[in-house]
């Protein structure tokens, strides 16, 4: 059974830094490209970023880029979200996604989310 | 940017048939995926590739693409199918450029 444990979420100041991590199991993590999306209080998805299987590439939304930075651990089938900057507009719960697929990516299995919010 | 454009809110009696649309210019080069979300929960996936149903997912969902228009259909809506569902269709040359849901439509079934 594939299981995607997120942690790290919590209330931080404007303008300071978070670490999301996801555990995975369940799956050969290391086959797998993996992704973060997010979800603001009463709003749609909004996908964040995205790391390909090996950690060679690396692909962002406008709104985060410069900002946070995605990798992952295959030795430990851990995927980081190291948020930096951070600001109102990111206060989210944020999911960890397994992606699946070849030519096209998409999103097969969700954790159950890391609540960030930014609040003086 | 690239949109893809759903009813905020679609509403049906139980036993009916829920259609909920997905519009967007590139669909008819693209699969769409579809994702139900309960209330307080992490969204699932119910249809992949247009038409295709994961493991688990009851046959009463169903899904089309055709033109510019998506659907997914939902056959003898149940009261437990009440839930939030977007789409989602990303580029299919490997160039992993889009990322785009739907802003998402609220099915009411009572």
């Known amino acids: 059974e594939v299981q995607l444990v997120e942690s790290g979420g919590d209330l931080v100041q404007p303008g300071g830094s978070l670490r999301l991590s996801c555990a995975a199991s369940g799956f050969i993590f290391s086959d797998f490209a993996m992704t973060w999306v997010r979800q603001a209080p009463g709003k749609g998805l909004e996908w964040v970023a995205a790391?390909?299987?090996?950690?060679?590439?690396?692909y962002y939304a406008d709104s985060v880029k410069g900002r946070f930075a995605i990798s992952r651990d295959n030795s430990k089938d851990t995927l980081i979200l190291q948020m930096n900057s951070l600001r109102s507009g990111d206060s989210a719960l944020y999911y960890c996604v397994k992606l699946t697929g070849r030519m096209s990516w998409y999103f097969d299995y969700w954790g159950q989310g890391a609540l960030v919010t930014v609040s003086p | 940017s690239y949109e893809l454009t759903q009813p905020p809110s679609v509403s049906v009696s139980p036993g009916q048939t829920a259609r909920i649309t997905c519009s967007g210019d590139a669909l008819p080069k693209r699969y769409v995926y579809w994702y139900q979300q309960k209330s307080g929960q992490a969204p699932v996936l119910v249809i992949h590739e247009d038409t295709k149903r994961p493991s688990g997912i009851p046959e009463r969902f169903s899904g089309s693409n055709s033109g510019t228009m998506a659907t997914l259909i939902i056959n003898g809506a149940q009261v437990e199918d009440e839930a939030d569902y977007y789409c989602?269709?990303?580029?299919?040359?490997?160039?992993?450029?889009?990322?785009?849901f739907g802003g998402g439509t609220k099915l009411t079934v009572l």
């Open positions: 790391i390909d299987k090996r950690a060679d590439v690396t």
């Open positions: 989602y269709s990303p580029d299919n040359t490997g160039v992993h450029s889009d990322w785009v």
